[in-house]
């Protein structure tokens, strides 16, 4: 067959004639069927680990990165933050060091979409601040009760919370219109503890609890010396004289609480007229149920006969059994 006649006849046939060749021709090589299915497990699983991993983020299981520029504080301050300046140091050569070791809560900002509250960890996000990093955070969907509860454990947990602190604490949560009990959870105190919180810093002005600051060696008796002491006539103006003192900012703030208690307690004082702490109890809808006046060594409690004298009577029937009750619940060391 000519040369001519085998190129038209390849034409028509689709493909021309391959030239002989001495090399045998190898197999086509397939995958294995067995393969194939382990590749597409492998990416099933890689999909399956992807979707587990977003719903772990969004549920807050794992930490992620955000720039702290975007971080609000609580709604619910419960220190003093202007005195942290010594734990912020420390952390801040801690990150540099070691990075950040601890993520820290947030829950979404509820009134500004792309931000967030810090439920706890404000010293760290302040330290990657300063330091120009990315803060690890857990985020979480908190509603308030659940924000001031993980405050409240978390410092409760590491107790470097001040008494005034958590007095402070406590009074901003009790103005906020929480139940006493949330309080109560928070702090990780009883009922008579969270009495006398509130009730020390109701009666100390927040001027002069900002003057003293943390005051760390200064516990509770102390501080409710001082409860007492700035309802006597005179007092504001004994407590602003050393406060304005020179050498007042230049002590420390154990030093600083000190010095305005000796101020109080100096000269002979009266009790200043028409002083009183005044507490009400409100009902789950917000109305006014009772309220209690303390003065001197008396506790009064008012109910508006007008409106709630059936209650009056029926709260009077049962106050045996209540006395009894508290006593029972509470330690005789605070009796």
């Excluded at 540099?96 to 960890?121: K, N, S």
């Amino acid at each position: 067959m000519s040369k001519r006649t085998q190129s038209i006849r390849s034409l028509f046939s689709g493909g021309g004639e391959q030239p002989p060749t001495d090399e045998p021709r190898q197999p086509v090589q397939r995958v294995a069927s067995g393969a194939v299915r382990s590749l597409k497990d492998t990416f099933s699983e890689v999909e399956r680990d992807y979707e587990e991993l977003k719903r772990q983020v969004a549920s807050g299981a794992v930490p992620v990165e955000i720039d702290p520029t975007l971080i609000d504080p609580s709604p619910f301050a419960d220190r003093f933050a202007d005195q942290d300046v010594e734990a912020v140091e420390a952390l801040k050569t801690s990150m540099r060091e070691h990075g950040q070791e601890i993520p820290v809560l947030l829950r979404p900002h509820p009134g500004a979409a792309g931000r967030y509250q810090i439920a706890y960890g404000h010293r760290r996000v302040r330290a990657a601040g300063d330091l120009g990093l990315k803060v690890k955070a857990y985020v979480r969907d908190l509603d308030d009760d659940r924000l001031v509860v993980a405050q409240g454990i978390e410092n409760s947990a590491r107790e470097d919370l001040t008494f005034i602190e958590r007095a402070v604490f406590a009074l901003r949560l009790e103005e906020g219109g929480f139940q006493r009990s949330l309080i109560q959870t928070a702090l990780s105190v009883d009922r008579q503890e969270a009495h006398k919180l509130v009730s020390v810093a109701r009666a100390v002005p927040d001027w002069l609890v900002t003057a003293i600051g943390r005051a760390p060696k200064i516990g509770r008796p102390r501080w409710q010396e001082m409860s007492e002491l700035v309802k006597l006539a005179g007092a504001e103006r004994k407590a602003r004289k050393a406060v304005d003192d020179k050498a007042f900012d230049h002590k420390s703030s154990d030093d600083r609480f000190m010095a305005v208690l000796k101020a109080l307690k100096s000269g002979e004082g009266k009790a200043a007229p028409g002083r009183t702490e005044r507490l009400v109890a409100r009902a789950a809808e917000g109305q006014e149920i009772a309220t209690m006046a303390l003065s001197g060594r008396n506790c009064r409690i008012e109910i508006r006969r007008d409106r709630d004298e059936d209650f009056a009577r029926f709260l009077m029937e049962r106050l045996p059994a209540l006395y009894e009750s508290f006593k029972a619940e509470t330690p005789s060391s605070d009796q």
